[in-house]
T-cell receptor, first 110, second 117 residues
């Protein structure tokens, strides 16, 4: 089955710096790769997603890149702000379901 | 975006009792819903895929007789934790797929904190 690895597990940056989170997946049939932001005790919120026919997608300060050959995808956050502090999860599709990485705790200090 | 509602948000039950959690898609029909469990500071672990009108598909290691899933309508799926024990205490969260046959956008409910005492 699908296995999703996510790194790093924790990431601390200064406000204004960029943050990069990387994920790898094992199932070559996966075709959908969303990223979620989760604040403590709350539901995961979809922040950006990418499908397998696209290599890069950007939405303001957030971008995702996908390398299907290497089976890895990355989240890039530029100009980080304290409110970006949260746990970020990558996921890869397995059929209609999503399999999640272990999460990255991002801390942005001002 | 699409709205998925989950109830209750918090529930405390005694060991040995059963508790039911509801997941509703409020503004769309969801033929498929998913149930996840999340322990503190851990990832979301897929428990089962709930298909309207048929039996749920459970992930390896998830006891289907302990975690009963019913998806009786296109807008409602329920998870019943039977004979709950303290180790079942966790954050249970459902999600629903929105977007038709080729759509894979998945939205989550608010989650339900279960504490078994």
């Amino acid at each position: 089955g699908e296995n999703v690895e996510q790194h790093p597990s924790t990431l601390s940056v200064q406000e204004g710096d960029s943050a990069v989170i990387k994920c790898t997946y094992s199932d070559s049939a996966s075709n959908y790769f969303p990223w979620y932001k989760q604040e403590l005790g709350k539901r995961p919120q979809l922040i950006i997603d990418i499908r397998s026919n696209v290599g890069e997608k950007k939405d303001q300060r957030i971008a995702v890149t996908l390398n299907k050959t290497a089976k890895h995808f990355s989240l890039h956050i530029t100009e980080t702000q304290p409110e970006d502090s949260a746990v970020y999860f990558c996921a890869a599709s397995r059929g209609t379901a999503l399999i999640f990485g272990k999460g990255t705790t991002l801390s942005v200090s001002s | 975006g699409a709205v998925v509602s989950q109830h209750p948000s918090w529930v405390i039950c005694k060991s040995g009792t059963s508790v039911k959690i509801e997941c509703r898609s409020l503004d769309f029909q969801a033929t498929t819903m998913f149930w996840y469990r999340q322990f503190p500071k851990q990832s979301l672990m897929l428990m089962a895929t709930s298909n309207e009108g048929s039996k749920a598909t459970y992930e390896q290691g998830v006891e289907k007789d302990k975690f009963l899933i019913n998806h009786a309508s296109l807008t409602l799926s329920t998870l019943t934790v039977t004979s709950a024990h303290p180790e079942d205490s966790s954050f249970y969260i459902c999600s629903a797929r929105f977007g038709g046959h080729s759509g894979n956008t998945i939205y989550f409910g608010e989650g339900s904190w279960l504490t078994v005492v």
